[in-house]
């Protein structure tokens, strides 16, 4: 069992309470899903869990962790800087389980997880790998240590549409405990029986959690019922106050203008309707009294919108916006041939995606079409990495990042943006390198819109959003008025965004479908 009691957790540079009072029972057979907008601090909660100290050089919590003979398995959303220059051999060896295991072992974790056997022995850099084999082998070295509790921060990011499914087993099949962060909604709709939702309404000044044994589309559903429930009611008692008001304030009137009358005609008169002022000062009170419990508007943590592009930035229908040839596309270290003969070709508003295996060098691929595409003067090209680390720039704070005149009326539409993005403006001041995934996500798909592009080069664009915010943000693609050329194993934006859905194989890409 795992047990958190009375938890809360501030955030030590603008003293903002990320969660108060939070309590949490977790047993054998849970499979838990933390959800919630970005910055809301759901990794924060995770790290905590793991290990306290993890979460105390920017925060200060106070509450209680009991997890006796649990042994937890940690992945984090970000793999560490410091494991990157070691070689896959170097990275497995770290684990004193990883000399435990005996061949035959090996090789079935090995097959689970779809990579060769020598895999556990190669030279290979781990900062050379795809962000899904890399993703693979953190989770491969933690299920070496026969772990208890599977503590996993997004472990979908990155992995090829095949491994995720691989994911779902592992994750349903689990008898231990499970709580994890994620942003794919299938994933989270075939696995999660639990749902944590975490959220900051009224501007991010007040905390609030939910917990529910329920699977996701039965919490959201239930979740909408009760705010409109709630709303209605809300209203009525609003429509009933505002009719007793009126009708308070006519007797009132009557009283006070019948006082001044028999004052000054029958002063003998005035003590009656003294006693009846005292009775309407009575009700006065009462009516206060239940005005204190009337039903509240809800608050919701709306999901983010804002348009991408304008109504000049389309694509005629017939315009080519690129048509790419490459004979063989090398590994970045020019070690080995990814794939052959790669043709794309891409027309008007297209919407395209490229799915593959991990290591197929869909990033790769996407690189290199978006170095030419952004040399382009006929067209208006704007790129969004996997790793967004590199174009932002991590010691500047978002509206600094974003401000490409310096001029005062500009930096003030930014905030107003980054508003409407649930940043507070504390958080506006914040180094990029502070903020979240999805917060840095924010940021770049502001970028976006403010460019006012007509082809848009994603890779993994829906990656960091919350899922409550995926169906807002593949609605703003679906309704993009240019070209989206992206790679995505989000199950979700590839059937509801993209017209066209390539494979990446060592062949080339193969048209996969096309979507009506």
């Known amino acids: 069992m795992l047990q958190i009691k009375n938890l809360t957790i501030t955030h030590r540079k603008d003293l ?5 009072d939070f309590h ?5 057979g849970d499979k838990a899903v933390i959800i919630g907008e970005e910055g809301n601090g759901k990794s924060t909660l995770i790290k905590w869990i793991y290990e306290p100290d993890m979460a105390e050089a920017y925060t200060e919590c106070t509450g209680e962790r009991i997890c006796t003979r649990e042994r937890l398995g940690y992945l984090p959303q970000e793999f560490p800087d410091t494991e990157r220059c070691k070689t896959v051999y170097e990275y497995f060896s770290q684990s004193d389980f990883f000399y435990n295991k005996t061949p035959k072992e090996l090789s079935a974790m090995a097959k689970q997880f779809r990579v060769e056997e020598e895999f556990f ?7 050379s790998l795809s962000g899904g084999e890399k993703m693979k082998a953190a989770l491969m070295r933690i299920f070496m240590e026969e772990p208890t509790v599977l503590l996993l921060d997004e472990p979908s990011n990155d992995m090829d549409i095949d491994t995720l499914k691989l994911l779902e087993e592992v994750i349903l099949s689990w008898k231990g405990i499970v709580l ?7 994933l989270i709709e075939n696995t999660a029986n639990m749902i944590i939702h975490i959220e900051q309404i009224a501007r991010k000044t007040k905390c609030r959690y939910t917990v529910m044994r329920v699977p996701y589309r039965e919490y959201v559903e239930q979740r909408l019922k009760g705010f409109e429930k709630q709303k209605k009611e ?15 304030r006519r007797v009132m009137q009557s009283v006070e203008h019948a006082q001044n009358v028999i004052t000054r005609q029958n002063p003998a008169g005035g003590r009656l309707l003294k006693k009846k002022m005292h009775a309407v000062k009575s009700m006065e009170k009462r009516f206060q009294r239940e005005d204190e419990n009337m039903t509240e508007m809800p608050e919701t943590e709306d999901a983010i919108y804002f348009k991408l592009g304008d109504e000049n930035s389309g694509i005629p229908a017939g315009k080519t916006v690129i048509e790419y040839s490459l004979d063989k596309l090398w590994t970045p ?7 052959q003969n790669i043709f794309l ?15 197929s060098g869909k990033t790769t691929l996407l690189k290199k079409i978006s170095e030419e595409l952004l040399q382009r003067k006929d067209i208006h090209a704007e790129y969004m990495p996997q790793n967004y680390e590199e174009i932002l720039e991590l010691e500047k704070t978002p509206v600094d990042f974003l401000d490409t005149t310096g001029y005062q009326e500009d930096r003030t539409k930014i905030r107003t943006y980054l508003g409407s993005l649930k940043y507070t403006a504390s958080e506006m001041e914040h180094p990029v390198r502070e903020l979240s995934g999805g917060q840095k996500a924010k940021v770049l798909l502001l970028k976006l819109s403010l460019s006012k592009a007509n082809v848009l080069i994603l890779d993994e664009p829906t990656r960091n959003f919350s899922p ?8 703003m693609l679906k309704e993009f008025r240019g070209a989206v050329i992206s790679i995505s194993h989000d199950r979700k934006y590839i059937d509801e965004v993209c017209d066209k859905v390539y494979r990446m194989t060592e062949a080339g890409l193969i048209l996969e479908r096309e979507n009506s």
């Open 234 to 248: 809300a209203i009525n008692e609003r429509s009933e106050k505002k009719k007793r008001d009126e009708k308070y």
């Open 24 to 28: 949490l029972t977790l047993n054998s």
């Open 333 to 339: 270290d020019g070690s080995r041939i990814l794939a």
């Open 121 to 127: 022995y190669s030279d290979q850099k781990m900062g």
């Open 468 to 475: 409550l915010s995926g169906p807002v943000i593949r609605q």
């Open 180 to 186: 994890y962060i994620s942003h794919d909604e299938t």
């Open 345 to 359: 070709r891409i027309r008007g508003e297209e919407k395209i995606c490229i799915i593959g295996s991990n290591g």
């Open 16 to 20: 903002r309470v990320i969660l108060e």
